[in-house]
């Protein structure tokens, strides 16, 4: 459930900063747009940006959860912990548990130790960090550039 609330609000987000970003650059025109404003529509579509990639890695992760909830005899290990490349990985598996930043899906050995699935693409996380980093550059370089009203001329 908590998955697809946070589904929801990154979609949200994703679709709202993205319609400001295309939508001012539309409304101005990219080469009539100033710098600030260039730079308030980049964080914009930068935050949009990592938005959909958190969303890309929470709707994996919601994959993999349905895929163990599903039951049945073949229930235990769980499905997702089951790796092709380590097979005896599976075979003390106590239990799982799902991390949401970064999004993986953990699967708890009875040795203590833990392991992340391929569930999730490797990518998600540092995706997701970097453009946000980049989102949050782009709006403090705008909120530093003076609008092109206060800036003097030179004649």
Known sequence: ???LALLIV????CFGLAGYGFGRLGQIGVRRADRQTRLRCAAALA???????????????????????DGGTDAFPARPCRTASAPEAAADVVGHRVQYLPPRYI????????????????FVGPGAVG??????????LAGMTPPASHRTSRR
């Open 10 to 13: 990154a979609a949200l987000v």
């Open 47 to 69: 935050g949009a940006a990592a938005a959909a990639v958190y969303a890309w890695g929470l709707l994996n992760l919601g994959l993999a959860m349905l895929d163990t909830d």
């Open 1 to 3: 459930m908590v998955i």
């Open 107 to 122: 699967c708890l050995r009875q040795s203590g130790e833990n392991y992340a699935t391929d569930d999730v693409p490797g």
């Open 131 to 140: 453009l946000a980093a980049t989102a949050a550059l782009c709006a403090l």
